[in-house]
């Protein structure tokens, strides 16, 4: 079996490959052709025994690359924050830009591949087309495309995803934190699906999680406890 997984050096992404490679599956782990870190991550992903893919973000060398390999998982655990929009000179609406828009772009390379792999979407707990917020929506825009694909598919939707970053973002740990604390007290009083849905979580649980559910025979969204 084989898997390929798009965002593969993010917090999430790189944790997939590591437990695929753990577990024996061909790992395929694609990385932008830009990265500055391109050699660092090509080094470190060799070392677990996955390989790794730079194939432009287009539909057209994407699909080609996929029918090549036939995964039986396409793992999508993409997404910019502003830091890393700013450092990427993408300005607009960047969720729409990133988020929104390299999941589309992976969908319909999938589906022009013929090659019907899963589709493991790590979407966000709230995501919703209609919602107010522009990072929400944009994720709710993304989860329709991927509900849509005509391809096998399964949607993660995360609260916090907390741990050791590389980088320090203060906010979403503080955030996490909190939440954490004001559901632990809301669990004594009967909020314990608040609790399940609102918890946060680590890479380790979720990419077992994703890996779990990506390789099951159903096509749904998964949260909260499910995704533990
Ligand atoms: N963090 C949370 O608390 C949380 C909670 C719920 C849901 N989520 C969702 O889960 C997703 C993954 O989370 P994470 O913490 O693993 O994110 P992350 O560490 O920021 O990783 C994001 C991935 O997307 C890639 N990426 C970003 N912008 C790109 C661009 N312009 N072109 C190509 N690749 C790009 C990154 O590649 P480079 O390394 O090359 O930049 C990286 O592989 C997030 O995007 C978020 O929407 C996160």
Redesign the pocket.
């Known amino acids: 079996m084989t898997a390929f997984v798009?965002?593969?050096?993010?917090?999430?992404?790189?944790e997939v490959v590591r437990q695929l490679c753990v577990r024996g599956t061909r790992c395929v782990a694609h990385?932008?052709p830009?990265?500055?870190?391109l050699a660092a991550?090509r080094a470190r992903f060799t070392e677990l025994g996955a390989e790794v893919d730079t194939t432009a973000?287009d539909v057209g060398a994407l699909a080609a690359r996929l029918r090549a390999l036939a995964p039986a998982q396409l793992y999508i655990?993409?997404?910019?924050?502003r830091h890393?929009?700013k450092s990427?000179a993408?300005s607009g609406d960047i969720?729409e830009?990133?988020?929104l828009g390299?999941t589309r772009i992976a969908v319909d390379a999938a589906r022009a591949s013929e090659a019907r792999p899963r589709l493991v979407y790590?979407?966000?707990?709230g995501a919703s087309a209609s919602a107010r917020s522009p990072?929400l929506r944009a994720?709710g825009k993304a989860e329709d495309v991927v509900r849509t694909s005509g391809l096998p598919w399964v949607i993660a939707?995360?609260?916090?995803?907390?741990g050791d970053?590389d980088e320090a973002?203060l906010g979403?740990k503080a955030a996490?934190v909190v939440g954490d604390g004001l559901l632990a007290v809301a669990s004594v009083f009967g909020g314990r699906s608040l609790r399940a849905k609102y918890r946060?979580t680590t890479?380790d649980v979720l990419a077992s999680a994703l890996i779990r559910v990506g390789e099951a025979g159903d096509d749904r969204i998964v949260e909260g406890a499910d995704l533990r």
């Open positions: 798009t965002g593969a050096t993010g917090f999430v992404g790189r990385v932008r830009d990265s500055r870190s991550w973000w655990c993409i997404g910019t924050t890393k929009a990427d993408i969720y830009a990133v988020d390299l790590l979407s966000s707990v990072y994720r939707r995360p609260s916090f995803i907390t970053r973002r979403e996490s946060s890479p």
